[in-house]
């Protein structure tokens, strides 16, 4: 709208108020006059007119209101004049015309100034609210300033980064209202935790507290993730709602509602999230989120100058510590040779006890006559702005010659008009002693002094030609320890490191004089059995070298229980080359280890044959997947008491183009061991999920499907993210999916284990142990994570109720399960005697073949249309 289009659409109005009240007296004059003339006579026509000059007054202000009382009081005077002689009035009627013309302008004029009184102070009022409200967003404004310049103060001030973040915390909270502040970072897992750093304005946090300490996310889930993920602030409107916000019942628990993640970052470096939450439920404040991020920006910037600072400081005291504290030589010289500044190691190097001894005296008379004049050339290729290293001998000034191995760069200043060479210079003179140390290393491991793998086939190799020589017999043995990784995992590869010394000093303990203990790498070792008469010998051998693990072995405190497996392979039986032999003895100790470890096994040519299949299955798995060989079948799982089918156990089959149905037992194993299981795992997840989501859709809304974790799959850091997206893309609630894991798996890394199955059941996911029973004796682990079924293993189940110890264990692990809150599937149940104890002593559903074997997806559909049960009669 232009100006003038903006002045008429004020004018207009102003106009009507101006001409309205004078129309509407004459419009009511002229109603009068026609109602007079046809002869009906209003009562009181002045009242009328009194009320229209009224009101023109108070409409149209104090102009219109005269208007209209002076055309009023014409025709009032009109009106009372004597008929035939307008104006002209007898006494009583005077006295009316005159009252009428003094009091009616008098009432039009008060109430005009009135009217007009009213507008003004209705427009200071308006005027005063803009006032305020502008006072109040500067005021507002001011108080942010205040807040970030307060900030920058006292986060410089902090002596590190958590009470930085403190003081962030505790401010931010008090200057909006919020009731909780806490912060986030990333750790060496690759996952965002909790850390100390927090402040809260009221009661009831401690159990949200200390459910954020014990949590950690992974990019993408919950709160901090989603933040962490996307570098953006994330505003959460109710965090009791919110899907991906997995501590969602202790909030509400707290009287959390609202949640704000913002990113801590510095230049391209991601530092933390500031999360704060109020207690009721609010809309996107950008203006809140502004305010919070030009902190989490100031506090980004601070860490960025302050490490800068820091760097700064660090180079400036590495530099110093170099020249006061370096325990080489550092010095400085002209371009002449003239020494101008050493520090002490260097003085000490050629045997000075002060500087001035050598300060403002040329290097070069301390070296051998031979090595000056390339001294010469080296620091004039240094000064040319070469970099460069030289080596010469030198005799100190009390006489002791050394050798010395110097690298120098040029020096940008200038002193005396002289450019400068800096120069580090370092002993060498134990170099010799050094490299004869070094070709002893070569051949022998320096974690345990044993031969290494060059020095083994050295001493294997002579040892096979001594066997030829006497016609004796030799023995090559490759002994791995069984479960090393889990014992390096759990305790520690340094505590790993003591366990391999303590097992060379009993392996070397138990050998003959002339045989060789080596250690290859890692856990394995080889030994050389020379000189044996008959094979005897080396079963003996094998035997006392399996004794010395029956006792264990004391590391750190712990006491390890551990065991090995043993291949042996024959010289010259089964090969005339030293590689061969040790491959081998490879082979067979792979045999031992499938053929339940801590035992040995001779080779046997068959094994090559074995382990040839064996690279041939690895090769065709690697590419099942991609190939659709892989289906799923299902196993139903039914409820004891009412006998319906509650839900089913999703199991993997290998159809291969050659070979046939691959026995699950073969396969899964060697998936686990080469890593394939991750993609095959996710595949199941997800198939299991769509097929469960189908059937779910087909009316059978209250089923659920339960999938098995390997241990690769549950260590996997990203495995609670990678669940939460198969469950948001398949469309299946996370309470009708169930995993079921081992006792051994979760014993694995315990502390890692029980953030991630607490995570799943955050998500709302049932937590299974499989094959209950059969792994760790220890059962504090079911009061620790957060474990919802116990699956009876089917070698308690096979024997019931015959065998009276399987039926006493199931009783009593069904019978602890329920005092701790926990439900029981009894698996492999395949008779009516056996379903018949269970429901005696309460367990709540079974699988097995009594109901049904697994079945493809069709049958399966089959079985639920069909309305198969148990029979609980």
Same mark, same amino acid.
């Given at each position: 709208?232009?100006?003038?289009?903006?002045?008429?659409?004020?004018?207009?109005?102003?106009?009507?108020?101006?001409?309205?009240?004078?129309?509407?007296?004459?419009?009511?004059?002229?109603?009068?006059?026609?109602?007079?003339?046809?002869?009906?006579?209003?009562?009181?026509?002045?009242?009328?007119?009194?009320?229209?000059?009224?009101?023109?007054?108070?409409?149209?202000?104090?102009?219109?209101?005269?208007?209209?009382?002076?055309?009023?009081?014409?025709?009032?005077?009109?009106?009372?004049?004597?008929?035939?002689?307008?104006?002209?009035?007898?006494?009583?009627?005077?006295?009316?015309?005159?009252?009428?013309?003094?009091?009616?302008?008098?009432?039009?004029?008060?109430?005009? $100034? *009135? +009217?007009?009184? =009213?507008?003004? &102070?209705?427009?200071?009022?308006?005027?005063?609210? %803009? !006032? /305020?409200?502008?006072?109040?967003?500067?005021?507002?404004?001011?108080?942010?300033?205040? $807040? *970030? +310049?307060?900030? =920058?103060?006292? &986060?410089?001030?902090?002596?590190?980064?958590?009470? %930085? !973040? /403190?003081?962030?915390?505790?401010?931010?909270?008090?200057?909006?209202?919020?009731?909780?502040?806490?912060?986030?970072?990333?750790?060496?897992?690759?996952?965002?935790?909790?850390?100390?750093?927090?402040?809260?304005?009221?009661?009831?946090?401690?159990?949200?507290?200390?459910?954020?300490?014990?949590?950690?996310?992974?990019?993408?889930?919950?709160?901090?993730?989603?933040?962490?993920?996307?570098?953006?602030?994330?505003?959460?409107?109710?965090?009791?709602?919110?899907?991906?916000?997995?501590?969602?019942?202790?909030?509400?628990?707290?009287?959390?509602?609202?949640?704000?993640?913002?990113?801590?970052?510095?230049?391209?470096?991601?530092?933390?999230?500031?999360?704060?939450?109020?207690?009721?439920?609010?809309?996107?404040?950008?203006?809140?989120?502004?305010?919070?991020?030009?902190?989490?920006?100031?506090?980004?910037?601070?860490?960025?100058?302050?490490?800068?600072?820091?760097?700064?400081?660090?180079?400036?005291?590495?530099?110093?510590?170099?020249?006061?504290?370096?325990?080489?030589?550092?010095?400085?010289?002209?371009?002449?040779?003239?020494?101008?500044?050493?520090?002490?190691?260097?003085?000490?190097?050629?045997?000075?006890?002060?500087?001035?001894?050598?300060?403002?005296?040329?290097?070069?008379?301390?070296?051998?006559?031979?090595?000056?004049?390339?001294?010469?050339?080296?620091?004039?290729?240094?000064?040319?702005?070469?970099?460069?290293?030289?080596?010469?001998?030198?005799?100190?000034?009390?006489?002791?010659?050394?050798?010395?191995?110097?690298?120098?760069?040029?020096?940008?200043?200038?002193?005396?008009?002289?450019?400068?060479?800096?120069?580090?210079?370092?002993?060498?003179?134990?170099?010799?002693?050094?490299?004869?140390?070094?070709?002893?290393?070569?051949?022998?491991?320096?974690?345990?002094?044993?031969?290494?793998?060059?020095?083994?086939?050295?001493?294997?190799?002579?040892?096979?030609?001594?066997?030829?020589?006497?016609?004796?017999?030799?023995?090559?043995?490759?002994?791995?320890?069984?479960?090393?990784?889990?014992?390096?995992?759990?305790?520690?590869?340094?505590?790993?490191?003591?366990?391999?010394?303590?097992?060379?000093?009993?392996?070397?303990?138990?050998?003959?004089?002339?045989?060789?203990?080596?250690?290859?790498?890692?856990?394995?070792?080889?030994?050389?059995?020379?000189?044996?008469?008959?094979?005897?010998?080396?079963?003996?051998?094998?035997?006392?070298?399996?004794?010395?693990?029956?006792?264990?072995?004391?590391?750190?405190?712990?006491?390890?229980?551990?065991?090995?497996?043993?291949?042996?392979?024959?010289?010259?039986?089964?090969?005339?080359?030293?590689?061969?032999?040790?491959?081998?003895?490879?082979?067979?100790?792979?045999?031992?280890?499938?053929?339940?470890?801590?035992?040995?096994?001779?080779?046997?040519?068959?094994?090559?044959?074995?382990?040839?299949?064996?690279?041939?299955?690895?090769?065709?798995?690697?590419?099942?997947?991609?190939?659709?060989?892989?289906?799923?079948?299902?196993?139903?799982?039914?409820?004891?008491?009412?006998?319906?089918?509650?839900?089913?156990?999703?199991?993997?089959?290998?159809?291969?183009?050659?070979?046939?149905?691959?026995?699950?037992?073969?396969?899964?194993?060697?998936?686990?061991?080469?890593?394939?299981?991750?993609?095959?795992?996710?595949?199941?997840?997800?198939?299991?999920?769509?097929?469960?989501?189908?059937?779910?859709?087909?009316?059978?809304?209250?089923?659920?499907?339960?999938?098995?974790?390997?241990?690769?799959?549950?260590?996997?850091?990203?495995?609670?993210?990678?669940?939460?997206?198969?469950?948001?893309?398949?469309?299946?609630?996370?309470?009708?999916?169930?995993?079921?894991?081992?006792?051994?798996?979760?014993?694995?890394?315990?502390?890692?284990?029980?953030?991630?199955?607490?995570?799943?059941?955050?998500?709302?996911?049932?937590?299974?142990?499989?094959?209950?029973?059969?792994?760790?004796?220890?059962?504090?682990?079911?009061?620790?994570?957060?474990?919802?079924?116990?699956?009876?293993?089917?070698?308690?189940?096979?024997?019931?109720?015959?065998?009276?110890?399987?039926?006493?264990?199931?009783?009593?692990?069904?019978?602890?399960?329920?005092?701790?809150?926990?439900?029981?599937?009894?698996?492999?149940?395949?008779?009516?005697?056996?379903?018949?104890?269970?429901?005696?002593?309460?367990?709540?559903?079974?699988?097995?073949?009594?109901?049904?074997?697994?079945?493809?997806?069709?049958?399966?559909?089959?079985?639920?249309?069909?309305?198969?049960?148990?029979?609980?009669?």
């Amino acid at each position: 709208m232009t100006t003038t289009e903006q002045d008429l659409h004020t004018v207009k109005p102003d106009l009507w108020r101006s001409i309205g009240g004078p129309l509407l007296a004459i419009i009511a004059i002229l109603f009068l006059e026609i109602l007079a003339r046809t002869g009906y006579r209003i009562p009181n026509p002045p009242a009328i007119l009194l009320i229209v000059v009224a009101f023109s007054a108070f409409h149209g202000g104090t102009r219109s209101g005269l208007i209209s009382a002076v055309l009023s009081w014409f025709y009032f005077a009109h009106h009372f004049s004597i008929p035939g002689q307008p104006f002209q009035y007898s006494g009583e009627n005077f006295v009316r015309v005159m009252m009428w013309a003094v009091t009616t302008p008098a009432m039009a004029l008060m109430i005009g $100034l *009135l +009217q007009r009184r =009213t507008e003004r &102070v209705h427009e200071l009022s308006s005027a005063n609210v %803009a !006032l /305020e409200t502008q006072i109040a967003e500067r005021k507002r404004a001011e108080q942010e300033v205040r $807040l *970030l +310049q307060t900030l =920058t103060l006292a &986060v410089s001030d902090a002596e590190d980064l958590h009470s %930085a !973040l /403190e003081v962030v915390l505790r401010k931010v909270c008090e200057s909006t209202g919020w009731l909780l502040g806490q912060a986030w970072m990333p750790n060496e897992a690759g996952r965002i935790e909790c850390v100390p750093a927090w402040h809260g304005e009221a009661r009831g946090l401690q159990r949200f507290r200390k459910t954020s300490l014990d949590m950690t996310f992974s990019p993408g889930t919950g709160l901090p993730g989603r933040v962490w993920k996307s570098k953006q602030p994330v505003w959460v409107k109710d965090v009791s709602v919110e899907s991906n916000f997995p501590r969602a019942g202790v909030a509400i628990e707290a009287g959390l509602k609202a949640g704000l993640g913002i990113p801590v970052t510095a230049g391209s470096e991601f530092i933390a999230v500031l999360e704060f939450f109020v207690g009721e439920p609010r809309k996107e404040d950008e203006h809140l989120i502004g305010i919070v991020s030009s902190v989490a920006t100031q506090l980004g910037s601070m860490i960025q100058r302050k490490r800068a600072e820091q760097a700064l400081r660090r180079s400036e005291n590495q530099l110093r510590a170099i020249i006061d504290a370096e325990p080489e030589c550092v010095k400085v010289v002209r371009a002449d040779g003239t020494l101008v500044q050493m520090n002490a190691a260097g003085l000490a190097m050629i045997e000075a006890s002060r500087p001035e001894q050598v300060i403002g005296k040329s290097i070069m008379q301390l070296m051998a006559p031979e090595y000056r004049e390339a001294y010469r050339a080296f620091i004039g290729n240094i000064l040319r702005g070469n970099k460069g290293m030289m080596e010469f001998e030198i005799t100190g000034l009390k006489g002791t010659h050394r050798w010395m191995e110097t690298h120098a760069v040029p020096l940008a200043g200038e002193q005396g008009g002289q450019p400068l060479v800096l120069s580090i210079t370092r002993d060498i003179t134990e170099r010799k002693q050094t490299e004869r140390r070094l070709k002893q290393l070569a051949h022998f491991d320096s974690l345990t002094d044993l031969p290494n793998r060059v020095q083994f086939i050295e001493r294997l190799e002579q040892a096979m030609v001594d066997a030829d020589r006497h016609e004796r017999l030799l023995g090559v043995v490759f002994l791995d320890l069984d479960r090393f990784k889990y014992i390096n995992d759990s305790l520690g590869h340094g505590k790993g490191d003591i366990l391999l010394r303590e097992v060379a000093l009993r392996l070397s303990g138990v050998v003959r004089r002339g045989d060789t203990v080596a250690r290859l790498s890692g856990d394995e070792f080889a030994l050389v059995l020379a000189d044996m008469g008959h094979v005897d010998d080396a079963i003996h051998v094998a035997q006392k070298i399996l004794d010395v693990f029956h006792q264990p072995f004391r590391v750190a405190g712990h006491d390890l229980s551990v065991t090995a497996s043993l291949g042996i392979t024959l010289y010259p039986f089964d090969d005339r080359g030293a590689d061969d032999l040790l491959r081998n003895a490879d082979v067979a100790m792979y045999r031992a280890k499938e053929s339940g470890k801590n035992n040995y096994q001779f080779y046997v040519a068959e094994m090559t044959t074995i382990v040839s299949e064996r690279l041939t299955l690895e090769n065709d798995l690697r590419s099942a997947l991609e190939r659709g060989e892989f289906s799923l079948n299902y196993q139903p799982i039914a409820d004891c008491r009412s006998g319906a089918i509650v839900g089913m156990e999703a199991l993997l089959r290998w159809k291969h183009p050659e070979r046939g149905m691959i026995s699950p037992a073969l396969f899964i194993p060697l998936a686990e061991e080469t890593g394939y299981i991750i993609p095959i795992g996710e595949w199941v997840l997800r198939t299991a999920c769509e097929q469960c989501r189908r059937w779910q859709k087909m009316g059978f809304a209250s089923l659920y499907v339960a999938v098995n974790l390997s241990s690769r799959q549950f260590h996997q850091k990203d495995l609670t993210a990678s669940i939460h997206r198969v469950l948001q893309e398949t469309g299946l609630d996370p309470t009708r999916l169930g995993l079921e894991i081992t006792e051994g798996l979760i014993m694995q890394q315990a502390e890692a284990s029980v953030n991630t199955l607490r995570e799943l059941k955050a998500m709302g996911i049932r937590i299974s142990i499989d094959d209950f029973g059969t792994g760790y004796s220890s059962l504090s682990y079911l009061k620790r994570f957060p474990i919802d079924v116990l699956k009876i293993d089917q070698s308690f189940v096979r024997d019931i109720p015959k065998d009276e110890d399987d039926a006493a264990i199931a009783s009593t692990i069904i019978t602890m399960a329920h005092s701790l809150g926990l439900k029981v599937v009894a698996e492999g149940v395949e008779t009516v005697d056996q379903l018949k104890f269970m429901r005696q002593h309460g367990c709540d559903a079974m699988q097995g073949y009594y109901l049904s074997k697994p079945l493809p997806p069709e049958q399966f559909a089959e079985l639920l249309k069909n309305g198969t049960r148990l029979d609980v009669a």
